[in-house]
Each structure stands twice: as structure tokens, then as C-alpha cells.
């Protein structure tokens, strides 16, 4: 079963507007969850965290918002640039080391 | 170096052969984690290690799959009798500390022809 879930495999924006990435979980346990950006031939690159103990993270142009008894999280990108284009990996954690990875949202940014 | 390095960058094998793959972490950082990346879905943890021991081997698919540190610092993933299923683009992940963000390698992508 899947405990992370990505249900948006594409999503398409203008520049200059909001970016908006999905993600849900199933698994009660998890408590630190990462957003993960990943360029093609490249390994994912750290973007933001957020602890299960808040409900929003925020670092530049990129936001992290929790909602816990929704199993939900979800990533702002304002404003949007065309760099931000790649695959945006949505990855939890909890009672072990292992992260959890969603199958991933392709973001691409218009010019 | 800065990064997590891995080489080779890319290796294509015959079904059958054996074949390793190295990883290099970030200076310090005691734990040191490998994940596979199958097309179209998101990396999936084979192993983790804390210094030198495996902490977590839970996801590593059957026996044909080893993974080694033997000083703590380097690691190598090594497949046995390698089959088509295997082909993937295998990373290295290494973090400082426990609640804090892994740094992944370019990843190592095999394929099993």
C-alpha cells in the first residue's frame, strides 16, 4: 500500500503566479515530512521540512503547510519561476529512519 | 567533496553478472542511507546506516542485495546475479543527524540487459 501519496502526477503554471503541490498520507506514525525537487539526470535536492509539532513552514518563496487530521500537506511555490520546473517529491518519516517518497508531481513553469 | 558522490554514474551489465556501486557521503555524516528509483515512481529505502553497522536493512528486496561500510564513511551496494527487474537508478542519501534532511547523490543508474 501506498503511505504517501502524490495524486497530481503533472501540473502546469504561468510564471509569476502560485504553485500549489499535494500530498496525503495514511500513516498515523509519521511526524517530519520533506520536500524533495529533483532535475533530470540529477539526484532530489532538499527543498523544506516541516515537524508534525507545526503547521507551517516557511523559507523564501517556498511554504509548508500541515494539517494533521487531514493527513495532508502541501507545497506554495509564490512566485513561480521557470528554474522551479522539475519533479517535486513529497517524503515523510516517523518511528524510524527511512523516509516514505510519493511518486512525485512534474511541475513546469511557464514563461 | 561538497556532496554525496556516486559512481558510477551510469552501468549497464548483463543479466547474471555481479556488480557494485559506491558511495561516497558528505564529510562527518554518520548516517548513510541507499534507495532505488524505478520509472515513474519515487525512491524506495533499501538500507540505512548508522556509522559502520546496518541499523536498517528492511528494504533491501531479497538476498542478492548487499550493502557494506566498513570504515563508516564509504559505502557499496552490491548485487549478485543481477536480473532485468534491478535496472533502476539506485541513490545515496547522508544525513548528520536524526529529524534533519538527506543529502542525495546523483544516483548510480543500472541497467540489466
Known amino acids: 500500500d501506498q503511505q504517501v501519496k502524490q495524486n497530481s502526477p503533472s501540473l502546469s503554471v504561468q510564471e509569476g503566479r502560485i504553485s500549489i503541490l499535494n500530498c496525503d498520507y495514511t500513516?498515523?506514525?509519521?511526524?517530519?515530512f520533506l520536500w524533495y525537487k529533483k532535475y533530470p539526470a540529477e539526484g532530489p535536492t532538499f527543498l523544506i521540512s516541516i515537524s508534525s509539532i507545526k503547521d507551517k513552514n516557511e523559507d523564501g518563496r517556498f511554504t509548508v503547510f500541515l494539517n494533521k487530521s487531514a493527513k495532508h500537506l502541501s507545497l506554495h511555490i509564490v512566485p513561480s519561476q521557470p528554474g522551479d520546473s522539475a519533479v517535486y517529491f513529497c517524503a515523510a518519516s516517523g518511528g524510524s529512519e527511512k523516509l516514505v517518497f510519493g511518486k512525485g508531481t512534474k511541475l513546469t513553469v511557464n514563461p | 567533496g561538497a556532496g554525496v558522490s556516486q559512481t558510477p554514474s551510469n552501468k549497464v551489465t548483463e543479466k547474471g553478472k555481479y556488480v557494485e556501486l559506491r558511495c561516497d557521503p558528505i564529510?562527518?555524516?554518520?548516517?548513510l542511507y541507499w534507495y532505488r528509483q524505478s520509472l515513474g515512481q519515487g525512491p524506495e529505502f533499501l538500507i540505512y546506516f548508522q556509522g559502520t553497522g546496518a541499523a536498517d536493512d528492511s528494504g533491501l528486496p531479497n538476498d542478492r542485495f548487499f550493502a557494506v561500510r566498513p570504515e563508516g564513511s564509504v559505502s557499496t551496494l552490491k548485487i549478485q546475479r543481477t536480473e532485468r527487474g534491478d535496472s533502476a537508478v539506485y541513490l545515496c542519501?547522508?544525513?548528520?543527524?536524526?529529524?534533519?534532511?538527506?543529502?542525495f547523490g546523483q544516483g548510480t543508474r543500472l541497467t540489466v540487459v
Open positions: 564529510s562527518g555524516h554518520t548516517a
Open positions: 542519501a547522508s544525513k548528520l543527524t536524526v529529524n534533519t534532511e538527506a543529502f
Open positions: 500513516n498515523s506514525m509519521f511526524d517530519y
